[in-house]
């Protein structure tokens, strides 16, 4: 077999999930030596491409409003929930068109607390975000909401509706992803376990199987740092020991 028939076996043997490069890792898990210029030129004289893309959402413009300081300085551990959240936007490119996630994530026990999908990523999807996330806080919380540079953030809406709730706002400093790794591995998480493993017959279906994999996430993936439990297994094990 040809190296070009290679790549259209492994592609098709993942129906499409693989781009260029895992299609080159796959190709020396088999022994050949190849590098992956040489792969994405051979996918490109047969017109493969990936069928699912996400990539990080860049939403930073510039100073657009205020700008605040780094209070979560890579401190990612929570003694309880709702004590520190992060959230960020990413981007996923779905039968030809464009789609952003905005979830907020308990760095207590990696929960998603909520999550948004839209079309656009306008400040409506962050907005929104946030109503819904709001709803989980109980008297007396005191939260530390993190994020990035980006524009939504810096919106005086998103700033006042921090302030009214009395949540101390954190920002990464520009151009530094790990200053929110832990959403950073959370989106990692969902291309390897959800993107690359489902098909999806059109933009509601993907928007179904999310939503049944972020329940999953929430509810059924246990994590090691978690004693074995689920995000929500050790959050209802924790309070009711408490």
């Given at each position: 077999?040809?190296?070009?028939?290679?790549?259209?076996?492994?592609?098709?043997?993942?129906?499409?999930?693989?781009?260029?490069?895992?299609?080159?890792?796959?190709?020396?898990?088999?022994?050949?030596?190849?590098?992956?210029?040489?792969?994405?030129?051979?996918?490109?004289?047969?017109?493969?491409?990936?069928?699912?893309?996400?990539?990080?959402?860049?939403?930073?413009?510039?100073?657009?409003?205020?700008?605040?300081?780094?209070?979560?300085?890579?401190?990612?551990?929570?003694?309880?929930?709702?004590?520190?959240?992060?959230?960020?936007?990413?981007?996923?490119?779905?039968?030809?068109?464009?789609l952003?996630?905005?979830?907020?994530?308990?760095?207590?026990?990696?929960?998603?607390?909520?999550?948004?999908?839209?079309?656009?990523?306008?400040?409506?999807l962050?907005?929104?975000?946030?109503?819904?996330?709001?709803?989980?806080?109980?008297k007396?919380?005191e939260?530390?909401?993190?994020?990035?540079?980006?524009?939504?953030?810096?919106?005086?809406?998103?700033?006042?509706a921090?302030?009214?709730?009395?949540?101390?706002?954190?920002?990464?400093?520009?151009?530094?992803?790990?200053?929110?790794?832990?959403m950073?591995?959370f989106?990692?998480?969902?291309?390897?376990?959800?993107?690359?493993?489902?098909?999806?017959?059109?933009?509601?279906h993907?928007?179904?199987?999310?939503?049944?994999?972020?329940?999953?996430?929430?509810?059924?993936?246990?994590?090691?740092?978690?004693?074995?439990?689920?995000?929500?297994?050790?959050?209802?094990?924790?309070?009711?020991?408490?």
């Open positions: 077999m040809s190296l070009k028939q290679l790549v259209q076996s492994i592609y098709d043997e993942h129906e499409g999930r693989y781009g260029y490069r895992r299609i080159r890792d796959e190709l020396v898990n088999r022994g050949h030596r190849v590098n992956h210029k040489k792969v994405q030129r051979l996918m490109k004289e047969l017109g493969l491409k990936s069928v699912v893309r996400m990539k990080k959402y860049r939403s930073y413009k510039g100073t657009v409003g205020r700008i605040a300081p780094n209070v979560l300085d890579r401190q990612f551990q929570a003694e309880k929930p709702n004590q520190k959240w992060v959230t960020d936007i990413t981007e996923f490119k779905l039968f030809g068109e464009k952003y996630l905005s979830p907020v994530l308990d760095l207590y026990n990696g929960e998603i607390i909520t999550y948004t999908v839209g079309p656009r990523p306008t400040y409506s962050v907005s929104d975000m946030l109503n819904q996330a709001f709803k989980r806080l109980a007396g919380d939260l530390l909401l993190h994020s990035d540079q980006g524009w939504h953030y810096q919106m005086k809406q998103y700033q006042y921090l302030k009214r709730r009395g949540i101390t706002q954190s920002m990464s400093r520009k151009g530094n992803c790990y200053d929110n790794a832990v950073e591995s989106f990692g998480q969902l291309k390897s376990e959800f993107l690359y493993l489902k098909e999806f017959q059109d933009v509601d993907f928007k179904q199987e999310l939503a049944a994999y972020i329940d999953y996430y929430n509810n059924k993936r246990i994590k090691t740092k978690l004693k074995g439990m689920s995000p929500i297994q050790y959050r209802t094990h924790t309070l009711r020991v408490a």
